[in-house]
């Protein structure tokens, strides 16, 4: 079991997207700035996203040398969804609800890059925690089209007829641009240190 006494970001994000989509490749460079200031990172450790957020970590890391982790917490599935090669630790879960617990539990920062289904759900959980305050002080930002849309979607399915608080939409930060990211998690590192 890996320890919760690093500064650690998920990326969570589609296993499906080609390591030419341009997502794929806003994520190898988050990974990459990441590593280089000797902070974690954290995904499900499978192909797309996940294998571009890690590779740029690890190129990152590298470059800066340092001994930040590259972390895939991975899940089993009927079908053989292949792990990706940069991986410095692996952990292995069998249920959703158990693996989702685990990257709350050892990580700092959340981001959510375009996803499917499974992207959905670890949004939506993580949301969920902090909504009601199982989880604090940890920021969760979404980036890209998608999710600005499904916000602007929950703003008027869900907040305005009040089956949530307005409130609620605060909990989850929009961002458009790699830099904003960065500047966003440089702060709360700040914060995180100033804690330790």
């Not at 930002?141 to 939409?169: E, R, T």
């Amino acid at each position: 079991m890996l320890d919760s006494q690093r500064f650690r970001v998920i990326v969570f994000g589609s296993s499906r997207l080609e390591a030419s989509a341009p997502a794929c490749k806003d994520m190898y460079k988050l990974g990459y700035m990441l590593g280089q200031r000797h902070m974690d990172v954290v995904t499900g450790g499978g192909p797309g996203i996940m294998q571009a957020a890690n590779k740029g970590h690890v190129d990152g890391s590298f470059e800066a040398d340092n001994k930040s982790q590259s972390i895939g917490v991975r899940i089993e599935l009927p079908f053989r969804e292949p792990e990706n090669l940069s991986l410095d630790v692996v952990e292995h879960f069998e249920k959703f609800s158990k693996r989702l617990d685990e990257f709350i539990r050892i990580s700092n920062f959340v981001v959510i890059a375009p996803g499917g289904i499974g992207t959905l759900l670890e949004f939506a959980f993580v949301w969920q925690l902090l909504q009601v305050g199982h989880v604090k002080n940890v920021p969760v930002l979404v980036y890209g089209d998608m999710w600005h849309s499904f916000l602007d979607w929950a703003k008027h399915n869900i907040i305005d007829p009040k089956l949530a608080d307005a409130k609620d939409l605060d909990l989850v930060r929009r961002v458009d641009s790699l830099d904003e990211i960065m500047e966003i998690i440089d702060n709360s590192y700040e914060d995180y240190l100033k804690k330790s």
